[in-house]
């Protein structure tokens, strides 16, 4: 895996599903390692705890020069003391709820 990125970012974390309106929160300067996970997916490395709507499903991430990332949270581990987030970046199919096989944000 290699890191593409490191250094603070703007982060939102998005619970969006279809007939709801979406719940966003973001977290500005936040300390962030983009590294490659494979074909059309992302891992964001935190330092922090990342706060955000509980049934989150999606991430946005744009970088200080303006570059953005957007795509749908697969995995994850959100520790008070960092953790990680895989992402799935591409198309995605909005649901009505959240699925109990999917992450979930604690």
């Keep these: 895996m290699s890191d593409v990125y490191e250094g603070?970012?703007?982060v939102v974390v998005i619970a969006r599903y279809l007939g709801q309106v979406p719940i966003e929160r973001?977290?500005?300067?936040?300390?962030v390692r983009l590294s490659v996970a494979g074909t059309g997916r992302v891992r964001i490395g935190l330092q922090q705890y990342l706060h955000g709507p509980k049934?989150?499903?999606?991430?946005?991430?744009?970088l200080p020069d303006?570059?953005?990332?957007?795509?749908?949270?697969?995995?994850g581990c959100n520790q008070p003391g960092?953790?990680?987030?895989l992402i799935h970046d591409g198309h995605f199919?909005?649901?009505?709820?959240?699925?109990a096989n999917r992450?979930?944000?604690e």
């Design 8 to 10: 603070l970012a703007t």
């Design 26 to 31: 973001t977290t500005f300067e936040c300390p």
């Design 55 to 62: 049934a989150a499903n999606l991430l946005r991430l744009t």
């Design 66 to 75: 303006g570059r953005m990332l957007q795509g749908q949270i697969i995995d």
């Design 82 to 85: 960092g953790g990680w987030l």
């Design 93 to 99: 199919e909005l649901t009505l709820v959240p699925s």
């Design 103 to 105: 992450w979930q944000w």
